[in-house]
Nanobody, 130 residues
Framework: LVEMVQSGGGSVQTGGSLRLSCVAS????????MAWFRQTPGNQREGVAGIDADERTAYDESVEGRFTISEDKAAKILYLQMDSLKPEDSGTYFC????????????????????????WGKGTPVTVSS
C-alpha cells in the first residue's frame, strides 16, 4: 500500500517562499515518476512540476524559473521549493506518483496529466496574498 503524506504549505505574501514535502511510504525501489499538481475551486487539477525515474524535471511555464522540484530517492520524499510566489500560485497542491520505466525520452510538461498518476496525496493549501 502506497501512502503519500504531504506537509508544508500555508500563507505567504507576494514574493515569498514556501516548501512542500511529500513522503511516499510504501513506494518500492522500482523506477518511478513523481509530480506536483495544483487545483483551484471550479477548475481541473493541473500539472505544476514533475520528475522522472532518471531525475529529469519538467515545469509548467507559469512556474518555470521560480519553482524547483526535487526528490530524495533513498527516503522517497518529494519536494517543491516555491520562490517568488504570486497570487496566481494559490491553490491546493497535490503530490502524485506512479511507477514508470527508465526512458531515453525525458519527462516533459505534456506528461503532467492527472490520469498518468496512480498514487496521490490529500492536498495542502497554498495562499499567496498581494
Amino acid at each position: 500500500l502506497v501512502e503519500m503524506v504531504q506537509s508544508g504549505g500555508g500563507s505567504v505574501q507576494t514574493g515569498g517562499s514556501l516548501r512542500l514535502s511529500c513522503v511516499a511510504s510504501g513506494l518500492t525501489d522500482r523506477p518511478h515518476c513523481m509530480a506536483w499538481f495544483r487545483q483551484t475551486p471550479g477548475n481541473q487539477r493541473e500539472g505544476v512540476a514533475g520528475i522522472d525515474a532518471d531525475e529529469r524535471t519538467a515545469y509548467d511555464e507559469s512556474v518555470e524559473g521560480r519553482f524547483t522540484i526535487s526528490e530524495d530517492k533513498a527516503a522517497k520524499i518529494l519536494y517543491l521549493q516555491m520562490d517568488s510566489l504570486k497570487p496566481e500560485d494559490s491553490g491546493t497542491y497535490f503530490c502524485a506518483a506512479e511507477y514508470c520505466p527508465h526512458s531515453a525520452r525525458p519527462i516533459v510538461t505534456y506528461d503532467l496529466k492527472p490520469q498518468g498518476f496512480v498514487y496521490w496525496g490529500k492536498g495542502t493549501p497554498v495562499t499567496v496574498s498581494s
